[in-house]
């Protein structure tokens, strides 16, 4: 099916959409009862790899919040795991890998994702049959500093300590690292685009640990491979969290849309990017503090967005958080759809 | 003693130091085995109330690694403690509140700091009968917001949502919660000034999670009125983590220096800022990754503050990490007297 008249497709394009389109990240998962029900007993990364749960998962959000884009349930690590490498989901903590990857050695031998995942590219087909053609469905890419981090740590790590000493003592074998990462993203991503993901966007979460000096030298050559397999087919959307410093050059990555977290304000982004149109900046933690609230803070942003003159997708500047209640997320998009 | 010669004082006060002044945020503490060994069996929050110990710790960092700074061994919680709050710092996670506090009346029964800590004043006598007169001891004084959301989430928080649920959805009792706490904060700067110390760091180091607006809102006018008691008497550090989009307006709150984390370039934070004065900057995982990437930041940021024309006091742009080798601080202290 195709949704070029979906809203958020064409606000990503820079037209005017019918409605200001909303989605969340994270919004498929942890906040959602019907999610504990269908994962109950059932493994986080193997339900990546199952096809009508994978399905379900992302639908439920679309069904229960009226959000205008489903963004496929995954994970960072799938196209890893799908690889050959030994990962597992540790519930409360995030991808632990079973060995570090530190040596070159270690890198010789990381795999290559080399056939296609087709649960995934079945999931999305059920998908699709149930999204109507106002709806899109948006594709999940991890990026490689952040896929890089959980590999070199070994887990999920707060200051990224191994990754930034490997990266500055060695870059070399950083570099061999990324040139050995990049492939398999681009081939997930390609895997997707088959399938008949409408959008996508590059998940770089922890981008905002680097300056923008490093980033610019062992992250953006990488992001903009992987984003330019995209160029020209969908629109691309390029997000990371505390990235206040790094939108200039991570928006030279090339993409459609920017996404901007809740600490930067739309119009201090509009003047750092290059791209026409913005997506986030509403802080996860206000749907904590009631709908008066979050109406304020959309028609802060809409005014900051309008003065701006550029377009703009609806989102958290950051993922939904664990305990958000359901119903106020429910509360949010309808706010938006009225007042965004 | 007084230390107005001191390297660190002059810089502070945009002064020719006579050599580059250099301490180390969590100098004191985790990284070093003299530390692990005094403290064994005696609980943190117990340590800062025994001045023989609290001074020792001060004094570990400043004996091994030749930095130019004591920082004051203590803890954002201490004076709360001191008033009678009961708070407990549980090791691997951090203060830990009996009861949250988030009503009204929690408000008002929140005990208001009305004594001196002798144990602090008497710490404080043993550090500079030590320290020479080209060191300075700073004071420790954490700030409202961080300390807000620890008594409101009842102990560290990733998102800090119950803080901003409250701020936003109730004004009047964060309001009210600033004004009961900035008083006890204020007695202990006092208490510190009235002991010696040469100069004070003020720790926000939590304020990188609010968007500028709310900064300005919900924190700025407490944290000038704390700064203000130390106006013209020492000199003044404010810090926090992530708050490239807040310098500007924590530059506001008045102080003679600004703490610049290690995403924001010294020449942004230079713009940004009506300091004339810029602290850190020095990613502390570049301690993992050899002299040889040290000595290269050192350069970059050395050449960023006298292209900005600014003073600088070095340090890094957050904490020593835990698990950083004591000998490889003691290097990059040397490698910033030599080429800072």
Redesign the interface.
């Known amino acids: 099916m195709t949704t070029r008249n979906a809203p958020i497709i064409e606000a990503a394009y820079g037209r005017t959409p019918s409605r200001p389109p909303v989605w969340f990240m994270r919004q498929a998962g942890r906040s959602l009862p019907e999610y504990k029900k269908v994962r109950e007993g059932i493994d986080m990364l193997d339900s990546c790899f199952m096809p009508e749960l994978l399905a379900e998962i992302t639908l439920q959000p679309v069904r229960r919040h009226d959000v205008d884009a489903a963004i496929l349930f995954s994970d960072i690590v799938v196209p890893l795991k799908a690889a050959g490498v030994d990962v597992e989901i540790v519930p409360g903590r995030g991808p632990v890998m079973d060995a570090p990857v530190r040596t070159e050695a270690d890198i010789a031998n990381l795999p290559i994702l080399d056939h296609e995942i087709t649960e995934v590219a079945q999931g999305i087909q059920i998908i699709n049959d149930e999204l109507t053609e106002t709806q899109a469905l948006i594709g999940f890419v991890g990026a490689p500093f952040t896929l890089a981090s959980y590999l070199i740590e070994g887990g999920p790590s707060k200051?990224?300590?191994?990754?930034?000493?490997l990266?500055?003592?060695q870059p070399q074998l950083w570099h061999a690292l990324m040139e050995r990462l990049t492939p398999t993203i681009i081939a997930f991503l390609e895997q997707q685009m088959a399938a008949g993901i409408d959008a996508m966007q590059l998940f770089d979460s922890w981008a905002?640990?680097?300056?923008?000096?490093d980033y610019r030298e062992f992250v953006l050559p990488y992001s903009t491979r992987i984003l330019a397999t995209a160029a020209g087919r969908i629109p691309r959307i390029h997000f990371g969290v505390?990235t206040?410093?790094l939108l200039t050059a991570m928006s030279e990555a090339g993409s459609e849309v920017m996404g901007v977290d809740?600490?930067?304000?739309m119009d201090?982004a509009a003047h750092r990017v290059n791209t026409k149109v913005l997506q986030g900046n509403l802080?996860?933690?206000?749907l904590?503090?009631?709908d008066?609230?979050v109406r304020?803070q959309v028609q802060?942003i809409k005014s900051e967005v309008d003065a701006a003159g550029v377009g703009h997708i609806w989102n958290l500047g950051h993922g939904v958080?664990p305990?958000t209640d359901a119903d106020a997320i429910t509360r949010a998009v309808a706010i938006i759809h009225n007042e965004g």
């Open positions: 200051n990224h300590e191994r990754t930034k000493a990266m500055h003592s905002g640990f680097l300056n923008e000096a505390g206040g410093e809740y600490r930067v304000s201090a802080d996860p933690a206000l904590f503090a009631g008066d609230a304020k802060r958080l305990t």
